[in-house]
C-alpha cells in the first residue's frame, strides 16, 4: 500500500491563479482531512469529507474548496491563490467512526503564492 | 483561542539523556491525546496516544502522561537518540468525532 500520496510536492503560484492539490488513500479510509502547517501555527485543519459525497469545513476553510466523489481522492483547490495561501498542506486519513482513530499523514505539498 | 499549548519551540538534549516535550490544553471535554513526530518534508507520523480514563502509556522508549487536574501532559522519551531528533506535535481529540487539535510543536535536536 501507498498509504496517503499527494501531488505535486512542491509548485509556485502567482497571486489569483488557480490550482488544485491532488490526494489520493489507498487504505481503503472513510474520512480525509486537509491541513496547513504554518510557523508557529501548529496544522490546522481546512476542510474534511466523512464519505464520498459528504464535506464540511475545518478551522481555515475560507479561499479552498473540496470535493470528494469517490473513496480515494480528496482534492484540495484553490480558487484565486493569495500570498496568505502560503503554506505547507497535508492530506490526512483514518478509517472515521470518531474514537481514538489514528489518521495517517501524506508527504504534504510545499505551496509558494508569490 | 489556542487548546492546545506547546509552549517550548525547542529543545536540546544529549544523547541517552532523556527528552521531556509538554504539552497543555484548555478543555476539559478532550477525550485523547496523541503525539505525533514529523521529519522535514515528511508528514506528521503517530507516536503514541493515551485516552483520558488513564494517567500513562507507555511504548518501548516513549511514555506519556497526563494530568488531568493541571490539563497537562507530556511526553518522555528515554534513552534519546539522534534519530528523535524532529518536530512533536501534541494532538487532542473529542470523543466520537475524528477532529484533532494540534498544538505548535516543539523541535527536539538530540546530539552526541
Known amino acids: 500500500n501507498a498509504g496517503v500520496t499527494q501531488t505535486p510536492k512542491f509548485h509556485i503560484l502567482k497571486t489569483g491563479q488557480s490550482m488544485t492539490l491532488q490526494c489520493a488513500q489507498d487504505?481503503?479510509?472513510?474520512?480525509l482531512s486537509w491541513y496547513r502547517q504554518d510557523p508557529g501555527m501548529g496544522l490546522r485543519r481546512i476542510h474534511y469529507?466523512?464519505?464520498?459525497?459528504?464535506?464540511d469545513k475545518g478551522e481555515v476553510p475560507d479561499g479552498y474548496n473540496v470535493s470528494r466523489s469517490n473513496t480515494e481522492d480528496f482534492p484540495l483547490r484553490l480558487e484565486s491563490a493569495a500570498p496568505s495561501q502560503t503554506s505547507v498542506y497535508f492530506c490526512?486519513?483514518?478509517?472515521?467512526?470518531?474514537?481514538?482513530?489514528?489518521?495517517?499523514f501524506g508527504p504534504g505539498t510545499r505551496l509558494t503564492v508569490l | 483561542d489556542q487548546q492546545v499549548k506547546q509552549n517550548s519551540p525547542s529543545l536540546s538534549v544529549q544523547e541517552g539523556r532523556i527528552s521531556i516535550l509538554n504539552c497543555d490544553y484548555t478543555?476539559?471535554?478532550?477525550?485523547?491525546f496523541l503525539w505525533y513526530k514529523k521529519y522535514p518534508a515528511e508528514g506528521p507520523t503517530f507516536l503514541i496516544s493515551?485516552?483520558?480514563?488513564?494517567d500513562k502509556n507507555e511504548d518501548g522508549r516513549f511514555t506519556v502522561f497526563l494530568n488531568k487536574s493541571a490539563k497537562h501532559l507530556s511526553l518522555h522519551i528515554v534513552p534519546s537518540q539522534p534519530g528523535d531528533s524532529a518536530v512533536y506535535f501534541c494532538?487532542?481529540?473529542?470523543?466520537?468525532?475524528?477532529?484533532?487539535?494540534f498544538g505548535t510543536g516543539t523541535r527536539l535536536q538530540v546530539f552526541p
Open positions: 490526512a486519513s483514518s478509517r472515521g467512526g470518531g474514537g481514538p482513530d489514528t489518521q495517517y
Open positions: 487504505m481503503n479510509h472513510g474520512y
Open positions: 469529507s466523512v464519505a464520498a459525497g459528504i464535506t
Open positions: 478543555n476539559s471535554m478532550f477525550d485523547y
Open positions: 493515551i485516552s483520558s480514563i488513564k
Open positions: 494532538a487532542a481529540s473529542f470523543y466520537n468525532t475524528d477532529k484533532l487539535i
